[in-house]
Structure formats: structure tokens, C-alpha cells
């Protein structure tokens, strides 16, 4: 099965930029729809952005679309969420998640393979 290594998270002032990687391993990665996810003290888990297995489609969260982008290099192995203009209501520990081929990648509860989280903190 799959396994999954987040990198790139940080501290950042509001208004910066983070680009986060999910790296993956032992797993045929284009087989895989890849999520990224996000989870503050006190708060439920949110699914912030999604890519199809071949990328041709792409999900975004309201509250992120416009300054994130989300994307894939399947020859590495390797999901992106790329992060503009960053807010303090962003701060959250970040996680990328896998989904099989085949399943509703839009659900939550289809991503079956997670990452061990990165931190993003962004100040005011």
C-alpha cells in the first residue's frame, strides 16, 4: 500500500506563500487520487483541495479557492499544494491523503492512506 511524507510547511506571515509536498512511496501513484487536508485545535478535519489520478480534475475548498493550487507530478511520485496569500484562519496541521482508483475522490471517507502531517502556522 501507499505511503505518504508531507514536507514544506512552516511559519509564515499572512499574506506569504508555502508550497507543501506529499511525497509517495511504495504504491502505483497514478492509480491514486491525491487529497490534502487540514485540521485546527478544536475544529473538524476540512478537505481542502483534490486532484484526479491523471489530473484532469481538480476540487477545491471555498474557503481556499483563489490562493491555493493543488497539483501532481506522477513520474515523482510527488502531490503539491501550493499556498498564496495566506491567512491566520490557514493555520492548521496539514495532511495529504491517498484515495484507490475508482472511488468517489470528492468524499472524504473514499481517502484510505494518510500522511503523518506538516504544520502550517501563519501570523498576524
Known amino acids: 500500500q501507499v505511503q505518504l511524507v508531507e514536507s514544506g510547511g512552516g511559519l509564515v506571515q499572512a499574506g506569504g506563500s508555502l508550497r507543501l509536498s506529499c511525497a509517495a512511496s511504495?504504491?502505483?501513484?497514478?492509480?491514486?487520487?491525491m487529497g490534502w487536508f487540514r485540521q485546527a485545535p478544536g475544529k473538524e478535519r476540512e478537505f481542502v483541495a483534490g486532484?484526479?489520478?491523471?489530473?484532469?480534475?481538480?476540487y477545491y475548498a471555498d474557503s481556499v479557492k483563489g490562493r491555493f493550487t493543488i497539483s501532481r507530478d506522477n513520474p515523482k511520485s510527488t502531490a503539491y499544494l501550493q499556498m498564496n496569500s495566506l491567512k491566520p484562519e490557514d493555520t492548521a496541521v496539514y495532511h495529504c491523503?491517498?484515495?484507490?482508483?475508482?472511488?468517489?475522490?470528492?468524499?472524504?471517507?473514499?481517502?484510505?492512506?494518510w500522511g503523518q502531517g506538516t504544520q502550517v502556522t501563519v501570523s498576524s
Open positions: 511504495r504504491g502505483a501513484f497514478s492509480s491514486y487520487a
Open positions: 486532484i484526479r489520478w491523471s489530473g484532469d480534475s481538480t
Open positions: 491523503a491517498a484515495a484507490p482508483y475508482g472511488s468517489n475522490w470528492l468524499r472524504l471517507n473514499e481517502y484510505h492512506y
